[in-house]
């Protein structure tokens, strides 16, 4: 019922920016809580942040406190990810998800986006 497709990943050295858009279709965007993970190379899939439906509440992984910002724009079906003070260990593949609740658990995400690679180099 939703489709997320993600744009925004590329190479970046240390202590740069990057900044995600992750574009929702439909028109109950509004409805679903929304997720960043990522996924580096022979690792787990980790949580990064979650925004609330309204964009109320934002929750953060601590090693992205301070330096990553999540916000949506309910009414262009869109969720962000602003990173700023990347590090090499940020490298990973980035996703945007849906959930029907707050949750940093992958397993409770409903749809997802395609992925999109963030290299930082040092």
């Known amino acids: 019922q939703v489709q997320l497709v993600e744009s925004g990943g590329g190479l970046v050295q240390a202590g740069g920016s990057l900044r995600f858009s992750c574009v929702a279709s439909g028109r109950t965007f509004s409805s679903y809580a929304m997720g960043w993970f990522r996924q580096a190379p022979g690792k787990d899939r980790k949580f990064v942040a979650y925004?609330?439906?309204?964009?109320?509440?934002?929750y953060y992984a601590d090693s992205m406190k301070g330096r990553f910002t999540i916000s949506r724009d309910n009414a262009r079906n869109t969720l962000y990810l602003q990173m700023n003070s990347l590090k090499p260990e940020d490298t990973a593949v980035y996703y945007c998800?849906?959930?029907?609740?707050?949750?940093?658990?992958?397993?409770?995400?409903?749809?997802w986006g395609q992925g999109t690679q963030v290299t930082v180099s040092s």
């Open positions: 998800a849906a959930a029907i609740k707050l949750t940093v658990l992958a397993y409770e995400y409903s749809y």
């Open positions: 925004i609330s439906t309204g964009g109320a509440s934002t």
